[in-house]
């Protein structure tokens, strides 16, 4: 099979929103992220999409210190990995948003493509536990691309609904997109696009030529719903204890590996093979880091 027509696994690994609460089974410390990427290399994952923590309370950390040493845990634990940070946060200045990128400069670094509200809402209390506003105005996605390029990095762009694909044309008429971009099509989230193989078909259609796209399903059962859609329209996928808990209905997930171990099987039973990551590196137009993250 063609390098091209290979999927490519994402794992985000831990998030920022959940905590062991939720789910017993997300990371914390730099050798806990370590063990979780080295299960999720072990299933099939060629990148790992990270949130940092701070190690002693899990709360979400923006700190270059925690993620270097989450990048240095990883990279003992699975070194052919692809890293790829986040950049995303509400309420925190743009300037600590893109410290961790220009310090550590990842393989990839996720780009929010617009503002939107964003909620955690449950269906059975009928109540929003979280209930903000994303903000990603053009300004800050410029500064934030405007950065990575510099850094060397390639931007992932986050697209929580259709308008935020067409952002991206506008950076391609500002001449400051990617030649070979990448996108996330993230669905289910309350405040953006729902999860459906129509929504998806429609925003694939929308894509640039030459691009490579993953879905990523929010919650259970629309992540896998959504993972089986991409995978017939030919793209990649993300799966990960930050977007889902459970790898069927009331079964929860003991570590990232089983759920890119699920994701891995479903792409094999339609016939595509799953990425390596020096796959991944070709079909992203990457090359092999020194590791700028890791200590000396």
Known sequence: ?????????????????????????????????GEEARRARDAGASVVHIHARNPSTGFPSYES?????????????????VINYS???????REQRIAHIRELRPE?????????????????????????????????????????????????????????????????????????????????????????????????????????????GVRQPEQWRMVAAALALGGSCRVGLEDNFYVADGVMATSNGELVDKAARLAREVGRAVAEPADARRMLGLKAPARAGASS
Not at 9 to 28: H, K, L, V
Not at 87 to 93: F, P, V
């Open 1 to 33: 099979m063609a390098v091209e027509d290979k999927v490519i696994i994402s794992c985000a690994i831990s998030g920022a929103a959940a905590n062991r609460q939720q789910c017993p089974y997300i990371p914390y410390t730099p050798e806990e992220y």
């Open 108 to 216: 990839i670094a996720a780009l929010n493509m617009g503002s939107m509200n964003y909620a955690i809402y449950s269906r059975t209390k009928k109540v929003f536990h979280l209930d903000a506003v994303f903000a990603n105005p053009f300004g800050d996605i410029v500064f934030f691309l405007e950065a990575m390029r510099e850094a060397g990095v390639k931007p992932e762009y986050e697209c929580f609904d259709s308008g935020h694909v067409n952002n991206v044309l506008l950076l391609h008429e500002m001449g400051l997109d990617d030649p070979a971009p990448h996108f996330s099509l993230i669905m289910g989230v309350h405040g953006g696009i729902s999860a459906s193989v129509e929504n998806l078909a429609h925003q694939k259609s929308m894509l640039p030529q030459g691009s490579h796209w993953q879905v990523v």
């Open 87 to 93: 950049t995303g946060a509400i309420g925190i200045a």
């Open 65 to 81: 210190s925690d993620y270097r040493a989450i990048t240095d845990a990883i990279s003992a634990a699975a070194p052919d990995l």
